[in-house]
């Protein structure tokens, strides 16, 4: 018997500040404006996608003492705009990185079960923890945790937001007129929380939401943040784009689920991933390689240099050789508030490693940064990358993919018009929306369900 074909997963993330937005491009729109948000987000919901997702920037970035300014357009709050896209949209979830290092439990699960409400269940909590101490000096307490504080924090702020949630059945408000009753429970939304990081009680004033929970992302790659999702999330947000590696990952992550008493389908594995749509596959090619020459400008390439040498580096020809000073390993950074820079740890392998690269390849500086750094995932024809993305959903490489159009906002039409409706076709991917909640799109149970019926490893 063949195995039955599984159903694909799409979402959009809208790109705010990162390396993929070619924010020079003529067609490029503000990341601020409401009105770049309400396209994208009615695009998603006109393609049937899953939910819109936001990244958080709790600081901006900097090089050199001097505000990255190669990609900065804004960070508005998470909160502000997924509570005014619940006023424009009707079924598409609402998805936002909520910080766990320089937040308390209090507020956020207030924010996310009041968004909750506002959208009639279309909410989810991407968790994540703050790795520099940079970000931190933008908060009371500053400074940041080690890796295994940051993630024991976590553990606990969510345990203690599921508490908040908890807190309320659903059933307490009986709201009866006629005899003057409103709650069932006077003791609704009581709660007491003594722990390690947090020693709090009261009362939760937000009943019980649609969804009973917003739906738990999770986006860490290390071995505490898959053992995190496995116990923890419903959704991983991971970076995996290739279908070997995204296999590994897959196989991987659910293995993990029967420790924790869960099946495989009660995690979902949702990597980002960037295209290059056009009309013929050699068309794509070209639009790729155009694509991120854009994203890799001359000054973009020496910045980029730079998280490896932390050396200025400005003086130097952009498409010329690499450096021959080695990287400076003795002092502090030059690059704060970058993700990129922990990737390399070993800054003089790394050097020499590229030095390798370049003098095999004759490339200059831009060209090694273009062809070692991110690319496309899926390039082709609406076909190809219809054919591609199924292939590896269905090879379990993933469960479905987060995208990440290059043009902000419209960058997401071509794929909603040209893609979608081949995945359609295929029987892989929906033609309207069957539930109102996220849970529902995600074919997520209920969290009381899941709690009173939790499998057997």
Request: aromatic residues 10%; without cysteine; negative net charge.
């Amino acid at each position: 018997m063949s195995k039955p074909l599984k159903q694909i997963h799409l979402a959009a993330h809208f790109p705010g500040v990162n390396n993929t937005t070619v924010w020079s491009d003529p067609r490029a729109g503000s990341h601020i404006e409401f009105d770049s948000f309400v396209h994208f987000a009615r695009t998603a919901e006109r393609a049937k996608f899953d939910f819109l997702f936001l990244a958080e920037g709790l600081r901006l970035r900097e090089q050199g003492g001097r505000i990255y300014d190669l990609d900065v357009v804004g960070r508005p709050d998470t909160f502000t705009v997924l509570a005014a896209l619940a006023a424009v949209t009707d079924r598409l979830g609402l998805t936002g990185t909520i910080n766990s290092t320089f937040n308390e439990p209090y507020e956020v699960a207030r924010q996310f079960a009041s968004l909750d409400h506002l959208s009639d269940g279309r909410s989810a909590w991407n968790v994540v923890t703050s790795w520099d101490a940079f970000t931190g000096e933008n908060f009371r307490r500053g400074g940041f945790l080690p890796q295994d504080e940051r993630y024991s924090r976590a553990k606990e702020f969510l345990a203690t937001a599921h508490e908040l949630f908890d807190s309320w059945q659903g059933d307490e408000i009986v709201a009866d007129q006629a005899t003057g009753t409103f709650l069932r429970d006077a003791r609704a939304g009581a709660f007491v929380h003594h722990g390690k990081h947090f020693d709090i009680h009261g009362r939760f004033n937000v009943p019980r939401s649609p969804q009973g929970r917003p739906v738990i992302f999770q986006a860490g790659d290390s071995d505490e943040g898959r053992e995190f999702a496995a116990a923890e999330a419903d959704a991983i947000f991971s970076r995996y784009g290739t279908l070997e590696a995204g296999q590994e990952f897959y196989t991987d992550v659910k293995s993990r689920l029967a420790t924790y008493g869960r099946r495989r389908d009660q995690l979902l594995i949702l990597p980002a991933a960037t295209f290059a749509l056009a009309d013929t596959d050699a068309e794509a090619e070209e639009l790729a390689r155009e694509v991120r020459r854009q994203q890799v400008s001359g000054a973009t390439a020496l910045k980029h240099l730079e998280f490896v040498w932390n050396r200025d580096l400005s003086g130097y020809d952009p498409e010329g050789p690499l450096p021959d000073v080695d990287p400076d390993v003795d002092t502090d950074h030059i690059a704060r508030g970058r993700a990129q820079v922990r990737m390399y740890r070993d800054p003089l392998a790394t050097a020499r490693e590229w030095r390798e690269l370049a003098e095999a390849n004759n490339w200059s500086i831009r060209d090694l940064v273009i062809h070692t750094g991110n690319r496309q995932n899926f390039v082709g024809s609406p076909s190809t990358i219809a054919k591609t993305i199924n292939e590896y959903v269905q090879a379990d490489a993933a469960d479905g993919f987060i995208l990440v159009p290059h043009i902000t906002p419209t960058g997401l039409d071509e794929f909603a018009d040209k893609v979608v409706p081949l995945l359609q076709e295929e029987g892989v991917f929906r033609t309207d929306y069957e539930g109102t909640t996220l849970r529902d799109h995600l074919g997520l149970a209920h969290p009381d369900e899941t709690r009173e019926h939790r499998a057997t490893p």
